[in-house]
């Protein structure tokens, strides 16, 4: 069965500081892997999402993620922290041939500091 | 540009009322989900429609009712409400199944549903 795990509940940065989050996933073939966003009282809103090619892909906001097969991850990074950043971000993984379910792992949430 | 439009945004039920989640996409998708989101645990589906008439149960269906008469609408059905479902719904459509290269999925806003 298909499992997405995000470590970390909480994360604190300041603004202006690097930001990673981790994803680790559990998937019998090659996933389609995505980040969302959710701020407080939305929907959520892709960051970004890895079908196949180059592993470290770009999405908004100025966020990127690197796919490493070797250890099952999809982290995302943010060089830079706005206070806007300070939301709940989900990690998902998607099957690569059609079908219809989405893991999403438990969610880490963001608090930004002045 | 709409979207995917969920309504009522806030709702609370009594244990055993039931009640309509409405659910519409103005992007002509054939694809409609609905998921449920708890705290730390991420979403789960609870049933999805791959078009109009046509419609299936996810992990988490018991509890719920869905129909797809039109292309546009997906609403969810409570019964009987059961403390156990309060939680965050949230609808997404997507014009292809999930898998398919390119494929975006779209969210709505949620519906904070709350019983007591």
């Known amino acids: 069965a298909q499992s997405v795990t995000q470590p970390d509940i909480h994360i604190t940065v300041s603004e202006g500081a690097s930001l990673e989050l981790r994803c680790n996933y559990s998937y019998g073939a090659t996933p389609y892997l995505f980040w969302y966003v959710q701020s407080p009282g939305q929907g959520l809103q892709l960051l970004l999402k890895y079908f196949s090619g180059d592993t470290l892909v770009q999405g908004i906001k100025g966020f990127e993620a690197e796919f490493k097969r070797s250890q099952s991850s999809f982290n995302l990074r943010k060089p830079s922290v706005h206070w806007s950043d300070a939301a709940e971000y989900f990690c998902?993984?998607?099957?690569?041939?059609?079908?219809?379910?989405?893991?999403f792992g438990g969610g880490t949430r963001v608090l930004v500091k002045p | 540009n709409a979207g995917v439009t969920q309504t009522p945004k806030f709702r609370i039920l009594k244990i055993g009322q039931s009640m309509t989640l409405q659910c519409t996409q103005d992007m002509n998708h054939n694809y409609m989900y609905w998921y449920r989101q708890d705290p730390g645990m991420g979403l789960k589906l609870i049933y999805y429609s791959v078009g109009a008439g046509i419609t299936d149960k996810g992990e988490v269906p018991n509890g719920y009712n869905v129909s797809r008469s039109t292309t546009e609408d997906f609403p969810l059905r409570l019964e009987l409400a059961a403390p156990s479902q309060t939680s965050v719904y949230f609808c997404?459509?997507?014009?292809?199944?999930?898998?398919?290269?390119?494929?975006?999925?779209?969210f709505g806003e949620g519906s904070w549903l709350t019983v007591v």
């Open positions: 998902a993984v998607g099957p690569q041939a059609a079908g219809n379910k989405l893991t």
């Open positions: 997404a459509s997507s014009y292809s199944p999930i898998g398919t290269v390119g494929n975006t999925i779209y």
